[in-house]
C-alpha cells in the first residue's frame, strides 16, 4: 500500500528552466512533507519541508507546494542548474514517527 | 557536525552468515531510524529508538532482524542467516528533540550472494 506516490520516474529539463517535480499522497493524517535529494552511493540528502499549516515553503531556488484538498504537493527549482541532476523523493510524517517515502523522480537538467 | 555515519559502507556476504552494521547518529540527537532501500524503491521504515528505547518496528522487520541501541547513542542493525533477498542498502537517520527533520546517513549496501 503505497501511501506516497511519485508517478514520474524521470524528468529533463534544460538548464536555467524551472523543475517541477510532484507527489501525490493518499493518508489525510500526514502532517509534514520533506523532500530528499539522492546522489549514487549516497543517503538521502534533506532539502525543504513543510507543515500541512502552510501551504508554501521557500528556500532559495527551492520551493514546495503543498494543496491538502488535492493531497498532492510539489517541488520547483527555479533555476535549474547541472547540479542538480538526482534522484528527489518525496516523504510524508505522522506526528513524531517513520517517514514514508515515494519511489523517486531522477531529475536531469541538461546544460 | 559530522553527520551521521554508517559502518561498513558495504558489505558482501554468503546466504545464511549473520552480518552487523552500525549507526551513529548526530551527536544529541536522541531518535534513530532504519530504513531499507532496494533497487527503484523509496526508503522503507524498518524500526526507530527514542534514546534506548525501542518505539516502534515494522512488519517488514522479520524475526531474522534485531536493533539495539544500548546507551542512546550509537545503534547496531543485526541480521540472522541471511537470505538473497535481505540485499539492499540499509540507511540510517537521526533526529534532534523538538525537531521535524529526519538526517540519513551514507548508508550500508548489503550484497548477499
Known amino acids: 500500500d503505497q501511501q506516497v506516490k511519485q508517478n514520474s520516474p524521470s524528468l529533463s529539463v534544460q538548464e536555467g528552466r524551472i523543475s517541477i517535480l510532484n507527489c501525490d499522497y493518499t493518508?489525510?493524517?500526514?502532517?509534514?512533507f520533506l523532500w530528499y535529494k539522492k546522489y549514487p552511493a549516497e543517503g538521502p540528502t534533506f532539502l525543504i519541508s513543510?507543515?500541512?499549516?502552510?501551504d508554501k515553503n521557500e528556500d532559495g531556488r527551492f520551493t514546495v507546494f503543498l494543496n491538502k484538498s488535492a493531497k498532492h504537493l510539489s517541488l520547483h527549482i527555479v533555476p535549474s542548474q547541472p547540479g542538480d541532476s538526482a534522484v528527489y523523493f518525496c516523504?510524508?510524517?505522522?506526528?513524531?514517527?517513520?517517514?514514508?517515502f515515494g519511489t523517486g523522480t531522477r531529475l536531469t537538467v541538461i546544460p | 557536525d559530522t553527520g551521521v555515519s554508517q559502518n561498513p559502507r558495504h558489505k558482501i556476504t554468503k546466504r545464511g552468515q549473520n552480518v552487523t552494521f552500525r549507526c551513529d547518529p548526530i551527536?544529541?540527537?536522541?531518535?534513530l531510524y532504519w530504513y531499507r532501500q532496494t533497487l527503484g524503491q523509496g526508503p522503507e521504515f524498518l524500526t526507530y529508538?527514542?534514546?534506548?528505547?525501542?518505539?516502534?518496528k515494522s512488519r517488514l522487520l522479520s524475526d531474522r532482524f534485531s536493533a539495539e541501541r544500548p546507551k542512546g547513542s550509537f545503534s547496531t542493525l543485526e541480521i540472522q542467516r541471511t537470505e538473497q533477498g535481505d540485499s539492499a542498502m540499509y540507511l540510517c537517520?537521526?533526529?534532534?528533540?523538538?525537531?521535524?527533520?529526519?538526517?540519513f546517513g551514507p548508508g550500508t549496501r548489503l550484497t548477499v550472494l
Open positions: 537517520a537521526s533526529r534532534a528533540p523538538y525537531t521535524d527533520t529526519q538526517y
Open positions: 493518508n489525510s493524517m500526514f502532517d509534514y
Open positions: 513543510i507543515s500541512s499549516i502552510k
Open positions: 516523504a510524508a510524517r505522522v506526528g513524531a514517527n517513520n517517514l514514508f
Open positions: 551527536s544529541e540527537h536522541n531518535r
Open positions: 529508538f527514542q534514546n534506548e528505547a525501542q518505539l516502534e
